[in-house]
């Protein structure tokens, strides 16, 4: 039997327990992660957050997510804000802004003064091999848009990475769009090797998103970063965001603020806020 402490965070509704890894002894293999997920029997959240330290001397600690269903992914956004503020709350760090290894490379959030937290997420991806993404003969790599055959229905669709695989559709109502049919049936499509997190996006004005994203291996969530970042990106590159200025996306959870000029790195800022600390037995 082990004992381990836990935080649970959220941004924007997202929400994770966050586990020191440093300071005490956790096996993710042999945790019940997909137990303590659940909502109605366990701690209840969308992924879990491991702070680890760093196998590279560039960055201050290493950045570990599962999903809820025990599976480890590449990156979370909203993740990486409440991990800036897990660190500096419990006195890991007294930096502001630190350099974070994932296993799609380095991120730098930074903790703001008035208690949001922006996060550099880096640049995006648009080579299929590296979302990953199965081209078909007739497609070329790094068009703005595809279509996906979905049984016997078909979407078009922007496809792109931002550490994880995203797919991008754009929808003329956010509240009336098949969610969930079409993130459930597209999140384990064969043209997405590794899965795929799968955004629905309504087009507000030139600077203003609504979004709803289908999270492979959890489900519907009430805010997804990466999303939030694929979703901007996917729009700029089809003409029908500016990407002079900063893009406010609204999701069910709430509002992040992204910015992204072509060729350069996409800036995410929004809030991240510590629920409660416990420990859990497993």
């Not at 590449?74 to 290894?101: H, M, P, Y």
Request: glycine letters at 10%.
């Amino acid at each position: 039997m082990a004992v381990v402490k836990f935080s649970k965070m959220h941004g924007l509704g997202n929400d994770f327990m966050v586990i020191d890894g440093i300071n005490q002894s956790f096996d993710p293999a042999a945790a019940p992660i997909r137990q303590w997920a659940d909502r109605y029997t366990g701690i209840g959240f969308d992924q879990l957050l491991l702070v680890e330290k760093p196998q590279t001397e560039a960055a201050d600690f290493r950045y570990r997510i599962f999903n809820a269903d025990g599976s480890e992914v590449q990156q979370c956004g909203n993740g990486a804000r409440c991990f800036v503020r897990f660190v500096s709350e419990k006195g890991l760090t007294d930096k502001r802004e630190i350099v974070v290894e994932t296993a799609k490379g380095l991120i730098m959030p930074r903790l703001n003064d008035d208690g949001t937290v922006t996060v550099n997420m880096g640049k995006p991806f648009f080579q299929a091999a590296d979302v990953p993404f199965v081209l078909r003969s007739e497609e070329k790599e790094g068009q703005a848009e595809y279509v996906v055959v979905n049984g016997l229905d078909s979407a078009v669709m922007s496809v792109l990475g931002m550490g994880n695989p995203h797919a991008v559709m754009v929808v003329p109502d956010t509240d009336a769009a098949p969610v969930q049919e079409w993130g459930a049936a597209l999140q384990s499509h064969p043209r997405f090797p590794e899965r795929v997190n799968v955004g629905f996006m309504q087009v507000v004005d030139s600077s203003h998103i609504r979004l709803r994203v289908f999270e492979r291996g959890t489900g519907e969530t009430q805010a997804c970063g990466t999303g939030a970042c694929a979703a901007v990106v996917a729009g700029i590159r089809l003409g029908l965001l500016d990407e002079a200025r900063d893009v406010r996306v609204s999701l069910p959870g709430g509002e992040l603020s992204v910015n992204w000029h072509h060729a350069g790195d996409v800036m995410m800022s929004g809030p991240a806020v510590r629920v409660f600390d416990g420990e859990a037995v497993y």
